[in-house]
């Protein structure tokens, strides 16, 4: 594993280099009978020292792309090594790592030589522990006041990273099958977990809250108890197909369509209890019926590599619905083909390289032109994308690594995306380039506020005094509008701010908000 990740396998990979501490870290200390026996007095902490192998170190530098970018939590300690304060705090810190590292990121910024004036917010005290999150809003900033309450004020500061995003449908039946009736704007995914003790059930509906944080812009996601599933009127090669009422042994997921059904269209049984990738594949694998669109939130959450499996995004440009489909089925007969061969090699002795096996190729569209409300170039911010069309040199797809900022232009027709699985395993007929940059990618957090100040910036003389002039007239015609008390002259002053607001794509969305779900709601693709 550790070859697989090693960074001169990955360069330019800061996803990689974290994943590879991580990695000699607890090989370190596992091969090491003094530091395992002080790991495990410790209850999970390395040492007593002022280091923390399990938080990942931030600067200016890798900020942006690990924790601006994420769909991740991030809880982030701003901390000097010889500040008394920060050496009191650390073992809080290192408690809630060994607890929640699997709900949330944890990373620290040294201000010993950068004092971190890059940060959204002055420092002022240290420690000082920051949450950062694209559901959160703002940066949540963890009281001074409570650091003498730790540890149980620093929980319940990590714990409420999902406040109100993918509560479990535990024991409502009702809830449930109105959630499942009713009109969205996503689709849904269900897991149906086992239920035990209260304490477990609290436990095993974190990470499913979690997961509904992380992929909101791709599906709604909810959890709730496998009983609670077979008192719902589903098909019965559905029912069949989940674990059994009494069974605490196994989990599922589930994908229904964002128009209000009770039949879902696909289901996938998982052992339970399983770790977070389990689950996060096959939200990888529904992705392949929904058609998502690329931009740099969907990158992040589905073409970033797992811990145990590389990933790969097979990226078609304007892609229409049906040749998206068309290639999702190729791509999953290609998979198909490959794991039998794979499965065939090593019933015959042979052996399959670990890189050549663990990895997994999500399918995503690309557009260039504004096409409603989907992410696009034109519609969202993406300055570096011009370096990407001079790599793809005409090529209709390609293969993002993201991880190590590569790409791969695919001149090939649908029909070949079949042999696409050992064409990457085997490394056969792929042009890397490194011409892949985070900004290359349509980024549509951008506000209209920043959208407006930037527009303007980047506007020639001739541009900046038409918009002048106009902003002159619309100015006029409001103040007309205020003195005569006239609706025409209302009526003409709002639509012609209407009109200017309508050219924003930020105003867009925030408008389509307020739409009712049933107007807005998404198609699976065909087959």
């Known amino acids: 594993m550790a070859k697989r990740w090693h960074p001169d396998k990955n360069p330019n990979c800061s996803s990689c280099q974290e994943t590879f501490s991580r990695i000699a870290v607890a090989y370190e200390t596992l091969s090491d009978e003094s530091k395992r026996a002080a790991y495990d007095e410790a209850g999970g902490t390395a040492s007593s020292e002022l280091t923390s192998p399990k938080s990942v170190p931030l600067n200016k530098g890798n900020f942006d792309e690990l924790v601006t970018f994420s769909n991740d939590v991030w809880i982030v300690q701003v901390f000097r090594p010889d500040n008394p304060h920060c050496a009191s705090f650390h073992p809080f810190w290192e408690n809630q790592i060994q607890k929640y590292q ?34 959160l809003g703002a940066v949540e900033i963890f009281p001074v006041t409570q650091m003498h309450e730790t540890p149980q004020a620093l929980t319940k500061f990590v714990l409420t990273s999902f406040p109100n995003i993918g509560l479990p449908l535990s024991s409502d039946r009702n809830a449930l099958a109105s959630w499942l009736s009713r009109s969205t704007r996503r689709h849904k995914v269900l897991f149906a ?47 069949a197909a989940l674990p059994s009422k009494a069974s605490g042994q196994q989990a599922a997921a589930l994908l229904f369509a964002a128009r209000g059904t009770q039949e879902p269209k696909a289901v996938a049984a998982f052992s339970w209890p399983t770790g977070e990738e389990e689950m996060v594949l096959e939200l990888m694998r529904f992705t392949e019926m929904v058609g998502v669109s690329l931009s740099v939130q969907s990158a992040e959450l589905l073409c970033r590599s797992l811990a145990m499996r ?27 083909m490959y794991q039998g061969e794979v499965a065939q090699i090593r019933e015959s002795g042979g052996e399959v390289a670990e890189d050549e096996d663990n990895f997994v190729i999500p399918i ?56 696409l699985y050992p064409q990457i395993a085997y490394e056969d007929s792929l042009n890397w380039v490194d011409a ?70 930020p105003f867009l ?19």
């Open 436 to 505: 892949l940059e985070i900004r290359s990618l349509p980024d549509c957090s951008e506000g209209m506020r920043q959208r407006f100040v930037r527009q303007l910036s980047q506007s020639s003389f001739t541009e900046l005094a038409w918009q002048l002039m106009f902003a002159l007239f619309l100015v006029e015609v409001i103040a007309k509008a205020l003195a005569s008390g006239s609706v025409l002259w209302w009526l003409g002053a709002s639509g012609m701010v209407f009109a200017t607001l309508s050219r924003s794509p």
């Open 102 to 135: 699997h709900l949330v990121r944890f990373g620290r910024i040294d201000v010993t030589d950068d004092q971190a004036k890059w940060l959204p917010l002055k420092v002022r005290v240290l420690p000082t522990v920051l949450k950062f999150g694209r559901h």
């Open 509 to 527: 969305r925030l408008l389509m908000s307020y739409v009712p779900e049933f107007f807005l709601t998404p198609q699976l693709l065909e087959g």
């Open 193 to 239: 977990i086992p239920g035990k003790s209260e304490e477990e059930r609290y436990k095993s509906h974190l990470v499913p809250r979690k997961l509904a944080a992380q992929w909101s812009e791709v599906f709604e996601v909810r959890s709730a108890e496998t009983e609670l599933l077979h008192g719902l009127p589903l098909p019965a090669q559905v029912k």
């Open 310 to 336: 590389r990933v790969y995004c097979l990226v078609l440009l304007d892609s229409p619905t049906a040749a998206l489909a068309r290639a999702a089925r190729d791509l999953q007969e290609s998979r198909t």
């Open 364 to 419: 995503l569209r690309l557009l260039r032109h504004s096409s409603g409300l989907e992410p696009s170039v034109a519609s969202c911010f993406a300055p570096k994308f011009p370096q990407v069309e001079r790599a793809l040199a005409g090529s209709s797809a390609f293969l993002m690594d993201l991880d190590t900022h590569r790409l791969a232009p695919l001149r090939l027709s649908l029909s070949s995306f079949k042999g």
